[in-house]
């Protein structure tokens, strides 16, 4: 059996007049997949909020490999290399597959871009995933939902 990966133990949310979560306890163990199934309004959103740092949990403890984690910014969650991709993308349309798959990077006040080395490396990562037919040079608007999709995904690797 693998090791537990991340832990969340007695999380609670409420909004006023609405309790989202109630002591949730949820474990994912290292190399396997999870889906969080249910109904709208569940708290499914909320809890994977939560995780990426976009909302504030009111009680609970958060573990990641075995050391509990305050997460406290969307920051945070990705120091701590946690990214959730949302339905509705946060892609930049007017901008490459490159630039917006490292778009932290432009916006981070940075004197010089190596922009030959962003395009290899946005390269790389379409090409892990299997997708080598996607152009780092596209803008993303000219691509499909599947291929923003990807994009999305891989910002977020």
């Known amino acids: 059996?693998?090791?537990?990966?991340?832990?969340?133990s007695g999380i609670s949310k409420s909004f006023p007049g609405v309790k989202a979560l109630s002591n949730i306890d949820f474990a994912v163990r290292k190399g396997t997949v999870h889906a969080l199934c249910g109904e709208n309004g569940?708290?499914?959103?909320?809890?994977?909020?939560?995780?990426?740092?976009?909302?504030?949990?009111?009680?609970?403890?958060?573990w990641l490999n075995g050391e509990q984690v305050n997460i406290a910014a969307p920051k945070n969650a990705k120091q701590l290399g946690i990214a959730v991709i949302y339905q509705e993308f946060m892609l930049a349309p007017d901008l490459s597959v490159a630039e917006n798959i490292y778009l932290d990077e432009l916006g981070s006040g940075k004197l010089f871009l190596h922009w030959r080395e962003m395009r290899q490396n946005a390269k790389k990562w379409?090409?892990?995933?299997?997708?080598?037919?996607?152009?780092?040079?596209t803008k993303v608007?000219?691509?499909?939902?599947?291929?923003?999709?990807?994009?999305?995904?891989?910002?977020?690797?």
């Open 141 to 157: 608007r000219d691509l499909s939902v599947a291929y923003q999709q990807i994009t999305e995904i891989c910002k977020n690797l």
């Open 126 to 137: 379409l090409e892990k995933l299997g997708f080598d037919d996607i152009d780092p040079r």
């Open 42 to 62: 569940a708290g499914k959103s909320t809890l994977m909020k939560i995780l990426a740092g976009a909302c504030k949990k009111d009680s609970g403890t958060i």
């Open 1 to 8: 059996m693998s090791e537990i990966q991340m832990r969340v």
